[in-house]
Structures are given as structure tokens and as C-alpha cells.
């Protein structure tokens, strides 16, 4: 134990690495204070249903929804979606009043379409519900509507024809608001596109439907393309006026979506829905829907889930299976520490210094351990890794160096330009700071593992601890380092160990013979698994229903799983370095090992950058990439001494000329 600790400090003294990682996490964890209390906070999501469900099982069951809505609340809805109706809806028979032609109107009505016989036209009964609204909502929403009431109800002449409205809102589905004001139903209400020169008109209507619906408490455009696009200043400004919220749809292709959130900005709350179409295309049974919806509440901090029967798994009692469904995903979402509630939106915040000081001192601290590694290291074994590396620091260094860092850090907090740039590099620093550390620790492992582990950890802390502000955890703002992380580290840890001589040719030379097959292989083998790993990132369609599987279960046993990157390929690939370098065995072959524990490390870091993940939950998946990688690193090392290294010694030579 004393020769232990004696080997840590003087450890310590040589690489000040572990200092600067101390440091780090002070300065970060007191700039994340913010963040972590908004998480503390707003550990809330809400189950929603399409009340157009709710209506079609009341069909079905013969009861209204009124009568079925305190079932369905008791096992875990928390609010309903209620949409702006199109043309389209009302012609397929959505709500029971006629829509149509105005020739078409019934009884006397039919006078209305004297001279505007193809003007779309409603007759809305006196008993359907509603009907007392339907009339001066409609009359809002088109200007010059003609509004005429007979003793059975009331007909509505509007001011377009039929094919003009097929694509956009016409009428608010007002039995769904009814039952939330009812109720007493948070609401989220999706306002439906409208024709260029009926936005103020629809924008009007929607500020009727919030002086005489409390309850809409969230809102999002529906189809293609978003309300009063491209000026969406006046929808985001009437929903932030009236104190409501915008629904922020993960994965959204809408046009002009992103300019409304920022307008709208920071009145916004995520939101995740599956649309049946996507559930038959991918063919997504309940258990991976449920499984989906629990990670984008404990993984992405999603807050409302548009919850919908099955689209494809028959049932005897649809009913009754979709409140078991409903009573499983709620109980999920409770389990993984959220409260079901309706959400509100973030209150804005700024790091400040302290975070811009955290990302500074990182950034400026691994480059120039890097770039000290490139221009300073031996030739040969002893001087190739950490020995020729002890800190020299002086006073007067310490002093440059802290004064170089303030004024890093300065420029990052007031030229957003920079604090991006440097964003970016810090996180490709500190991957190859934290993979130097590792693979240059194969003497003393246990320091090599934990020293780089904790200071790849507070590099991702620094990194967060500036870009931790709404905009950047709501996904506003995106971070630009996460594609460099993959590629870039690879890269100068490969020519760092030319350089040094660590692989046992320069670059120079392995140019001027012929290669072998083996290498060959390599390279093949190293640009794939390089091109794989750019191609994949972001592109979860692209993910083979094995590994979902895999993921499913990991996610299951571990909670936070950890990501394949580390478990699979870095933490393995660094204890079989660390054998086959104390072994001094494959020294031409054995630079695979040390790109891919790179890789992993370049995942580690890229999880801090994920900043609408919350933040135990990704140190809480590091400490699971840490344990599981370093368990499957020995029983590789295991396989690779009793069962690769032999066929190796009996065939290897075959690859080797």
C-alpha cells in the first residue's frame, strides 16, 4: 500500500496531469452548480395522449371520454393532444358535423350557396358540442366568413374553396379542448399550417383558444411546414406573451421549426413522439416503443412523450391492453427518477467565467502537453513514453502559464466564435492527453487506467462546464467537436508515436520498403473501423437489430449503459497494449491496440458533450464503460495468451513476409 501511494505522488510529480484534473473538477463542478440544479428541478415528464385515440376508443367501447379519461389518468397520462383540424381531417369524417361543399349544406341553409356553390361551408347542430364556440372561432379565422343561424343549428359560408383548405387548419377539434377544460387537462395543442394570407387571421384564433382554454399549456406547429413560415417572430411572441410554452420535436424535419424555438427561446420543453407510420416502416414492437421512451426521458431529459395505441399488434380488448401499456411505460419513467407531472421550461442562465477558466485551462494545458510529447520526445524505448515527460514547471512558469489561461479564458467567454473553436480542440486534446496517459502508463497499469479515467472525467466536466446553458442542453446550439473527437485524436496519437519511435519505424521509412500483408490488413482494417465509426455517429438507423438488442439488455442490467466504443474496443484494447507491451511481442502490429484505446477515449469525452444528457447519468455510464472495459481487457488478454498468441507462433509468419 505505502509503495502504492508512494508510486501515485511520485507520479503526480512527473505528470502534473493528475493536479490539472483536480483543478478541473473544482472549477467545473462549481460552474455546473446551475446546471445541476435545473436537472435537480425539472426531473418531470408527462404522458400524452391524441385525444383522436381517446375518441376512437369511445367508439369503441361505447363510453364517452369523459368516463374513460380517470382510468387512463390513474395509470399515467399526465395531459392530451388536441390538434388544429385540416381540410383533409374534416372531409374524411373526423368530428360529427358536415363539412363540405356549401351546395351541400342541408334544409334551408342550402342558401348560403347562391352564387359560392364550391365555398367550403359548415352546418354545425345546436347539440353537437361546442356549438356555441365553433361559430365566432370560425368567424376569426376567416375573415368575411358568412355565419347563419336556423332553429337546428348554425351554417358558416367560408371565404375559401375546399381544395384551398385540404392542406391546412380550419377548425380547432374543440371536443378535445371541452374535456380538458372539463377536467381541468394540461393540454398540448398543435396549431396546423394556413395559406400566406390567413396567419394573422390564424394567429388571432390561437389567441382566442388561449383566453378560453387555460389549460393549452404547450404548442407546436403541425405538417411540413411550420405556421407563418419564414417570419416566425409572431407565432413564438404570442405564445411567449401569453406565458405558454413551445413543444421542441426530437428529430424534427420541419421547416422553420428551429427559428420558431429560438425565437421562442426559453419558453421551450422537448418532446418525443413515434408516428404509426414509423412504427409499421421499422416495424418497432411496444416493448422496444416503451424501452425508446423511457431512454429519451432517462438518457435525452425528453419531458413529453405523445403516447399512441398499437398500430399493428391485434388485440380482443384494445382497451384494456392499452392501459396495461400505458400503466408499464409510466411505471418505467417513474423508475428511472422522473416525476410524472407536466413539465415547465428551463429558467436561462450563463456559466460565467468560472466555466470559461475550466475550458481554457484544459484546452491550453493538453495541447501543450501534446505538443511537448511531439517536439521533445527520445528516440527508444525508455525515453519513447512518459519518462522523458517530468514537469520542469518554475514559479515564474506557473505564473505564464495561469496568466495564459485567464486571458484563454477571457477570450472564450466574450467571442463566441473562439469559445466554439476552442470547444472543439479541447475535446480533441483531451482524448489524446487521456490516451497518452494510458498507454504511456503500461509499466504501473492501475495508474495508467485511473489516472487517464479521471482526467478524460474532468476534461468532459470542463468542456461541460462552459457549454452548459439552456440553449446548448436543449439542442439549440450544437457542438462542433463531436466528429474531430472521432477522427482527429486517432490521428496525432499515430503521428506522435512515429515521431517517438514508439512504433519501431518512422513514417519515413515505412514508406521507403515494401509493406507487408499484415500491415496491409491493418490499415485496411484501421480505415474501415475509422469510417464505420464516423458513419454511425448520429445515424441510429444504421444500427443492426443485434446491437439494439444488446443495448436493450445492457440498459437493463446496468442502467446507465455504457457506450460500445469504451466497453468493447478502448478499455480491452488498452490492457491487451498493456500485455503484449510488457511482453515486448508484435511490435509492428501492436499500434492497433493503441488506436483503438484512443477511440474509446474519444467516446468518453464526446459523452460530456452530449449536454441534454444528465450529468450523473453520464458519470454514472463512465464508471460502467470503466469496470465492464477493464473485465473484458482481461479476459481478452486471457484469449489472447492461451489461444491467439499460439496459432500467432505457429502461422503467424505466413502474414508477416
Known amino acids: 500500500m505505502i509503495k502504492s501511494t508512494a508510486d501515485f505522488l511520485e507520479t503526480s510529480r512527473r505528470n502534473p496531469a493528475i493536479f490539472v484534473a483536480l483543478v478541473l473538477m473544482f472549477l467545473s463542478a462549481w ?3 446551475p446546471r445541476l440544479e435545473a436537472e435537480r428541478e425539472s426531473k418531470d415528464a408527462a404522458i400524452v395522449l391524441d385525444y383522436r385515440d381517446l375518441a376512437t376508443f369511445s367508439t369503441r367501447e361505447g363510453k364517452s371520454p369523459e368516463m374513460l379519461w380517470p382510468l387512463l389518468s390513474q395509470n399515467g397520462a399526465s395531459g392530451v393532444m388536441v390538434s388544429e383540424l385540416t381540410g383533409q381531417q374534416l372531409s374524411m369524417g373526423t368530428v360529427q358535423l358536415y363539412y363540405g361543399p356549401a351546395s351541400g349544406l342541408p334544409g334551408a341553409a342550402a342558401k348560403l350557396a347562391s352564387g359560392n356553390p364550391s365555398r367550403a361551408a359548415f352546418f354545425i347542430p345546436r347539440t353537437h358540442p361546442g356549438a356555441a364556440l365553433l361559430p365566432p372561432l370560425l368567424s376569426a379565422r376567416f375573415r368575411g366568413a358568412q355565419v347563419q343561424e336556423y332553429e337546428t343549428g348554425t351554417a358558416v359560408l367560408l371565404t375559401r374553396s375546399l381544395e384551398e383548405l385540404f392542406f391546412t387548419g380550419v377548425l380547432p377539434d374543440i371536443e378535445g379542448l371541452l374535456l380538458a377544460a372539463k377536467h381541468d387537462i394540461p393540454v398540448f395543442y398543435r396549431v396546423a399550417p394556413a395559406l400566406p394570407s390567413d396567419t394573422d387571421a390564424s394567429l388571432a384564433t390561437l389567441g382566442a383558444l388561449f383566453a378560453a382554454f387555460p ?5 407546436s ?18 405564445i411567449v406573451k401569453e406565458g405558454r410554452s413551445v413543444a421542441m420535436v426530437e428529430f424534427s424535419r420541419q421547416i422553420g421549426a428551429p427559428q420558431l424555438n429560438w425565437f421562442a427561446y426559453p419558453r421551450l420543453v422537448s418532446l418525443h413522439s413515434v408516428t404509426n407510420e414509423e412504427i409499421l416502416s421499422r416495424n418497432i414492437s411496444r416493448f422496444a416503443l416503451h424501452e425508446r421512451f423511457v431512454r429519451a426521458v432517462k438518457e435525452r431529459a425528453v419531458r413529453l412523450l ?11 380488448a384494445p382497451f384494456e391492453r392499452f392501459v396495461e401499456e400505458l400503466r408499464y411505460l409510466a411505471s418505467g419513467i417513474s423508475a428511472s427518477g422522473a416525476q410524472l407531472r407536466w413539465p415547465e421550461p428551463f429558467q436561462p442562465w450563463r456559466t460565467g467565467f468560472v466555466g470559461a477558466v475550466a475550458l481554457a485551462l484544459a484546452f491550453v494545458f493538453s495541447m501543450l502537453r501534446f505538443l511537448q510529447r511531439f517536439f521533445s520526445g527520445g528516440v527508444g524505448s525508455q525515453t519513447a513514453d512518459e519518462g522523458d515527460l517530468a514537469w520542469r514547471g518554475t514559479p515564474r512558469g506557473l505564473a505564464v502559464f495561469s496568466a495564459i489561461v485567464l486571458f484563454a479564458g477571457a477570450i472564450i467567454l466574450f467571442l463566441p466564435s473562439a469559445a466554439r473553436f476552442a470547444g472543439a480542440l479541447t475535446a480533441v486534446f483531451v482524448v489524446v492527453e487521456a490516451s497518452f496517459l494510458a498507454l504511456d502508463g503500461w509499466r504501473t497499469p492501475w495508474l495508467g487506467i485511473v489516472g487517464s479515467f479521471l482526467f478524460a472525467v474532468a476534461g468532459g466536466l470542463a468542456i461541460a462546464a462552459f457549454f452548459s446553458d439552456p440553449p446548448s442542453m436543449l439542442r439549440l446550439r450544437s457542438f462542433s467537436g463531436v466528429k474531430a473527437t472521432l477522427f482527429l485524436p486517432p490521428l496525432l496519437v499515430l503521428l506522435a508515436d512515429l515521431k517517438r519511435r514508439v512504433h519501431p519505424e518512422s513514417l519515413g ?3 521507403r520498403r515494401p509493406p507487408l500483408w499484415g500491415e496491409i490488413f491493418l490499415l485496411v482494417l484501421l480505415l474501415g473501423g475509422a469510417g464505420l465509426v464516423l458513419f454511425r455517429s448520429d445515424n441510429v438507423q444504421f444500427v443492426p437489430a443485434f446491437e439494439v438488442r444488446m443495448r436493450e439488455f445492457l440498459e437493463r442490467a446496468l442502467v446507465a449503459r455504457p457506450r460500445n466504443k469504451e466497453v468493447f474496443l478502448g478499455y480491452p484494447a488498452l490492457l491487451l497494449w498493456y500485455y503484449v507491451r510488457k511482453a515486448d511481442v508484435w511490435a509492428r502490429y501492436r499500434e492497433v491496440f493503441r488506436m483503438a484505446t484512443v477511440i474509446g477515449f474519444s467516446s468518453a469525452v464526446n459523452s460530456f458533450c452530449h449536454f441534454h444528457t444528465p450529468l450523473y447519468f453520464i458519470l454514472f455510464r463512465q464508471f460502467n464503460g470503466l469496470w465492464t472495459g477493464v473485465l473484458l481487457g482481461m479476459i481478452a488478454i486471457v484469449l489472447l495468451r492461451f489461444v491467439i498468441m499460439p496459432l500467432w507462433y505457429r502461422y503467424g509468419a505466413m502474414v508477416t513476409e
Open 31 to 33: 460552474a455546473l452548480l
Open 221 to 238: 406547429p403541425s405538417g411540413e411546414v411550420a405556421l407563418g413560415y419564414p417570419n416566425l417572430r409572431p407565432l413564438a411572441e404570442l
Open 215 to 219: 389549460q393549452i399549456r404547450t404548442v
Open 509 to 511: 521509412e515505412l514508406f
Open 306 to 316: 405523445v403516447f399512441r395505441p398499437s398500430a399493428m399488434e391485434a388485440s380482443d
